[in-house]
């Protein structure tokens, strides 16, 4: 059996498999405010990203090694091919961290041999040791995945893990890249690695996969049942197509389920010792966070953190809640941090109220951050009479956590209605304050809008979402827009907040466009998708 470390760790990857679903790049700022937060809720490590893809990756790695990873605090991971000119990038990123590790992986199923890597297996089993060796050379703690694990051929992975292990891996993965497996197989491709490979008690089991099928987490917990120790896993689900499992619905089912899962840890049911480090009061604010810097809304039946998981609409089910609530609901919102804060702040409120409450959401802002997001709430408290949590999350989420933009909005304005062709007068300026101005038409005011705006910034793009909700209730509530542009095969979003909701929409679209233009992502190598050219 493999090494059980006595409980399931938890192994974050929304900021390097979760960074790569479309549309949902961070900037540095960005990454080690969710770096911090995932540092709060107590997750055991931190996949911080793929150094290799890009100065702008590597820099984002470094800097969350240096601030985020303590001796107490999570692991740093960075990612790296087998490949050495990876690994060696991985391991100067990661260098700051008290606590770090490599993860260095290679597809091993036949279909990805034959038609990405072009290598055989022999290639392959020659590959993953002079790897995993070359990452030990550099580092303690060392990964290894086989990429398409759940599609490979057991006896082949069985070959590959063995000699990762004596290479010097100490935790060995097996992704379900492509979503495709199903919890009994899953458990079983598990419980066979665990009877089959003579060294594996020598290294942790660890479990990642996608949500093809939407049976991520259904697979894992099977794996659990067989032996898997770690779980990687990202915050809201998101990641490449239909997202990774989600780390709070794993946490929550082995946190409510524990008495049905301890006896595969070897513990009497009724043990109260958590199954997982993770403080679930935390879950709640991660959730947002995450959505909020990403710009991925949370569906709101999305088990755990989606607006209606708590939600009691129905009659039948308000009666039975009030008279026991173990009648219809089996978690506690309090449980994982959902408190009942809708009145916060209000006008009157000083700057250290609103430092002190941005702190307590992980917006940890720098003095000239501050000074911005408290000018933009006092101008909101001015519109509005209460301004919410979800209200200070907007305003700071795409205002203010951002680098020198090329494009600043200087005005909108509009005109529109039933015996009107609608028309937009936008000014933008440019980095260095000049000024352009320009009217465009429309078939509504935010087309007229985004008119204007794409003849001005000249950066070629289609617009391909566009959606408003409002933050929170009431007549005098922000609209929040999101807005996600395609340009040369990549998304970029942009998100923002007013009372005005056509200066919200010209107002993400400037952010979307200001994320494009400064966009490390264009040009950048991608993990799974570019092929290493050599090994060695
Ligand atoms: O899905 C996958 O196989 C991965 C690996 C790089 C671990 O993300
Ligand atoms: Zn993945």
Known sequence: MAKDPGR?????????????????????????????????????????????????????VQKIAEQVGGDDGPIICGLAR?????????????????????????????????????????????????????????AEDVEFSCEDAARSDPEFLYEIINVAISAGASTINIPDTVGYTTPSEFGDLIKGINEKVPNINDAVLSVHGHNDLGLAVANFLEAVKNGARQLECTINGIGERAGNAALEELVM?????????????????????????????????????????TGMVVQPNKAIVGANAFAHESGIHQDGVLKNRLTYEIVDARTVGLLDNKISLGKLSGRSA????????????????????????????????EITDRDLEAIVSEQVMQPEARFQLHLVQVSCGTALKPTATVTLADQDGREQTTVALGT???????????????????????????????????????????????????????????????QAYVNALNRLVSSEKLGSIHPQRDVVKANL
């Open 444 to 506: 509504g005011p935010v087309d007229a809008v985004c008119k204007a705006l794409n003849a001005l910034a000249g950066v070629p793009n289609e617009l391909i979402e566009f959606s408003v909700k409002s933050v929170t209730e009431g007549i005098d509530a922000l609209g929040e827009v999101t807005i996600r542009l395609r340009s040369d095969g990549q998304i970029f979003s942009g998100h923002s907040a007013d009372t005005d909701v056509v200066v919200a929409a010209a």
């Open 8 to 60: 399931v760790l938890i192994f974050d990857t929304t900021l390097r498999d979760g960074e790569q679903s479309p549309g949902a790049s961070l900037n540095l700022e960005e990454k080690l405010a969710i770096a911090h937060q995932l540092a709060r809720l107590g997750v055991d490590v931190i996949e911080a990203g793929f150094p290799f893809a890009s100065q702008g990756d590597f820099a984002a």
């Open 82 to 138: 087998a490949s050495k000119a990876d690994i060696k990038a991985c391991s100067d990123a990661i260098a700051p961290a008290p606590k770090k590790r490599i993860h260095t992986f290679i597809a091993t199923s036949d279909i990805h041999l034959e038609h990405k890597l072009r290598k055989s297996r022999k290639d392959v089993l020659q590959i993953v040791p002079d790897m995993v060796n070359y990452a030990r050379s550099l």
């Open 354 to 385: 609103v430092r002190a409450r941005l702190e307590e959401l992980g917006y940890d802002l720098s003095r000239e951050d501050l000074n911005e997001a408290f000018l933009r709430f006092k101008d909101l408290a001015d519109r509005k009479r």
């Open 253 to 293: 089912a082995l946190h409510v389920r524990r008495r049905f899962y301890n006896p595969f840890f070897n513990r009497h049911p009724n043990s109260p010792t958590p199954l997982t480090g993770v403080r679930t009061e935390e879950i709640t604010k991660t959730s947002r966070l995450v959505s909020n810097l």
